[in-house]
């Protein structure tokens, strides 16, 4: 569901790994110092005591002083590299993931409107239902988009989206061809696709139009066209294709007044 994007090093922000290393080198610095101070204070301590005891704590003092200021040396060596792991990391292109925006997205918030209507129909409980009868359910629930996304499909407007891998890409041609040959439903699509339908799965040439006109009139003349030709009301009955081919005259007259409005701006 996302397309990648080069963005310029200057305009490029700080990744985890630079605010990571940078952190480590500041708590490295701060390690160093206070080593630096222990080592010093030590030494003090040693050259005393050497007056009080002789040289022997003076070398014991210069011992310990020594491993310390080894361990800030190290520390201070790593931050070299940090610094080198930073420059380089700054130096190398970054992509940022845009992510498409969903067109459809129903996991399942109508179910329960569809189930209502289809226990009103058959005369049953909820509990009583069987498999077959919420496999039902599931295609009145896509009611408010199965038609638009049967159109896209036999227009020849179906891409997918830029989130599948090959395998993916093409298992999804495979399965849309199967729906324009009209051997599967496109409400298999979507419940296959967990009610998903991503902006990017339309092709270019016919995106803008889809997307305003799913978000405008559509739901509202599916709505009409069900009380008047089917005598049901949204999410009250199940994909067919006589009425598919009944209510897609309507998508296309849209289309048309789309290109017309389309031409006239241009």
């Known amino acids: 569901m996302g397309k990648k994007q080069s963005t310029s090093n200057a305009d490029k922000p700080d990744s985890e ?15 160093a110092v206070i080593c630096q101070i222990i080592a010093i204070a030590i030494i003090a301590g040693g050259v005393k005591g050497m007056i009080e005891a002789g040289f ?10 020594v491993l310390i200021e080894v361990f800030a040396f190290s520390l201070l060596r790593e931050n070299k590299g940090f610094k080198k792991r930073i420059e380089l990391e700054r130096r190398l292109p970054v992509c940022t993931t ?20 289809y226990c009103r129909q058959v005369s049953k409980k909820e509990k009583d239902l069987s498999k077959e009868d919420k496999a039902m359910i599931w295609q009145y629930s896509f009611d408010d988009f199965a038609y638009l ?10 891409q997918p989206g830029n989130d599948f891998d090959e395998d993916e890409a093409q298992e ?19 419940e296959s696709y967990e009610g998903y339908f991503m902006e990017d799965s339309v092709k270019k040439k016919a995106r803008a139009f889809v997307i305003e006109y799913f978000k405008g009139s559509y ?4 709505r009409e ?32 007044k789309y290109q017309s409005k389309i031409s ?3």
Not at 17 to 31: D, E, F, G, M, S
Not at 231 to 236: C, K, S, T, V
Request: charged share 30%; proline share 3%; hydrophobic share 45%.
């Open 225 to 256: 066209f069900a009380k008047e030709k089917l005598n049901a009301e949204l999410y009250g009955f199940p994909f067919r294709w006589e009425d598919y081919d009944a209510f897609k005259v309507h998508i296309d007259e849209a289309y048309k």
């Open 172 to 190: 999804a041609i495979e399965y849309v061809s199967r729906i324009k040959n009209r051997e599967e439903l496109p409400t298999d699509y979507l």
């Open 56 to 65: 022997a704590l003076l070398g014991v003092a210069l011992f310990f002083a």
């Open 98 to 117: 845009v992510f498409a925006d969903p067109l459809y997205k129903n996991k399942g918030c109508t179910y329960s409107m569809a189930c209502e209507i």
């Open 17 to 31: 790994l630079i605010i990571k290393l940078q952190r480590k080198t500041k708590i490295n610095i701060v390690v």
């Open 219 to 222: 739901e509202d003349e599916v």
């Open 264 to 266: 006239d701006k241009a």
């Open 149 to 158: 996304l049967m159109w896209i499909i036999e227009n020849d407007l179906y």
